[in-house]
């Protein structure tokens, strides 16, 4: 059994057990009365933007982390189409515990690669691009080598998404397969949110994974004749708080930590085997 | 109407059962009469009006902030209160006087009645409501999305 088929195995394993714990037994939940941070108007354009103070480390070997200072959201929801800021799609059923989306979402890897990417816009610094990085193999620190590293372009992931609810917990599990030509690689998000404060404010912890194929990984951390990564299985925990203040002003903060797969990490590309993301800051609505 | 047909079904029975029955005709007539009298006159001598009428509330707007005008006019002067039920801190009265005037600034999301009483608050006189009306809104729930940023 290869690496590949062995984490495609068990991607699709966590997949149908989390559709056998939440998809079987699903209750009925209140649905949407008033507009809230779950519920949205539909046909309302949202706008709002974090002002506030964070970082991202960067995995990638050579690149600065990514300061998070101003972050815009943006989203509407039609009745089928939605838009949540750079992913789209379309709902295809909705009930009170169950919903399926047809998305696209970007490729979030290359925000390791390129400041200017449009997942980076806003969150400060000078844009800047890399295409040849300096590599330090891990056995030779001091014997610097420089190897072409291709161009990462934008790219895009589609497929179905799958939303469920279940007593308070709410669960997502998307099946993504790269549309724009460029490595068609396949990508699986799995998570679930536990809310563990709802009184003074919401805590909510998240945890998931992201398994990405052979040929995703390789697009983004591979090296020509040098390496060759197969699958990676990426686990992650996200802790959120936020606290509405007024009608247009709430608290915000959280980390984000995850895992990178050795698939990942081993790349000489890579120096490090995890990305962390805090932030802390407000929230402010402006439409 | 049905107090008056019932008697007269009982035309042909007897005649002291039908003396009875003018009687009791007459007197219902006689009453009706008085009733519809005294429904048309307070109907038509004390006249409440409100403005605005209706308060429409949009996706963006919890609440109506507005100034409620409410008028009245009695062709006799007339002693009263007028009342907004809920807002007890919200009271103006008039002694003998045949039209009063009164404006507010108000704040409220429901129905908002306002009543005119008798001076012991005792007796509704005439009441008129501004209606809140909402946009229907259509609600649906928000996508959650762990990786994001600010989820």
């Known amino acids: 059994m290869t690496a590949t088929s062995r984490s495609t195995g068990v991607a699709a394993a966590c997949a149908l057990a989390l559709a056998l714990l939440f998809g079987s037994s699903v209750r009925a939940q209140t649905t949407c009365k008033a507009p809230s941070s779950e519920c949205v108007v539909v046909g309302k354009l949202d706008l709002s933007v974090g002002l506030g103070l964070g970082d991202r480390s960067n995995p990638v070997r050579g690149e600065s982390s990514i300061p998070l200072v101003v972050i815009p959201q943006l989203s509407y929801y039609g009745r089928h189409f939605f838009l949540d800021n750079l992913e789209l799609g379309v709902t295809v059923h909705e009930s009170d515990t169950t919903t399926l989306n047809l998305i696209a979402t970007p490729g979030y890897d290359r925000v390791f690669f390129y400041r200017n990417d449009l997942q980076n816009f806003f969150v400060g610094g000078a844009p800047y691009a890399t295409g040849i990085a300096p590599l330090a193999p891990s056995d030779q620190p001091e014997q610097q080598q420089v190897f072409p590293v291709r161009r990462r372009h934008t790219t895009y992931l589609a497929g179905p998404e799958w939303l469920f609810d279940y007593e308070g917990i709410s669960g997502q599990l998307d099946a993504l397969r790269e549309v724009t030509g460029e490595h068609e690689g396949y990508e699986v998000r799995g998570a679930i949110a536990v809310p563990l404060l709802k009184n003074a404010g919401a805590l909510v912890v998240n945890t998931g994974f992201t398994w990405k194929s052979a040929a995703l990984v390789r697009y983004y951390y591979g090296v020509d004749g040098l390496y060759r990564p197969g699958d990676a299985w990426n686990p992650f925990v996200k802790l959120g708080y936020s606290r509405p203040w007024s009608e247009r002003w709430s608290l915000n903060a959280f980390v984000h930590y995850e895992y990178l797969d050795r698939a990942v990490a081993d790349s000489p590309l890579v120096s490090d085997h995890s990305v962390l993301t805090v932030f802390g800051g407000v929230v402010f609505k402006i439409l | ?151």
């Open chain 2, 1 to 151: 109407m049905r107090a008056i047909h019932e008697p007269l079904r009982c035309v042909a029975v007897r005649p002291k059962v039908i003396r009875r029955a003018v009687t009791l005709l007459l007197a219902c007539c006689v009453s009706s009469v008085g009733s519809s009298a005294a429904a048309v006159e307070s109907g038509e001598t004390l006249r409440l009006e409100l403005q605005p009428r209706v308060c429409t509330l949009t996706a963006n707007e919890p609440y109506c902030d507005t100034t409620v005008r409410a008028q009245w006019k009695s062709p006799h002067d007339e002693s009263l209160c007028l009342v907004i039920v809920g807002r007890p801190d919200i009271r103006r009265c008039w002694e003998n006087f045949s039209a009063g005037l009164y404006q507010v600034e108000l704040t409220f999301n429901e129905d908002l009645i306002v009543e005119l009483r008798d001076p012991q608050l005792q007796r509704v006189l005439a009441s008129e409501a501004v209606t809140v009306i909402r946009e229907a809104l259509r609600l649906r729930r928000k996508r959650r999305q762990p990786w994001n940023i600010l989820y």
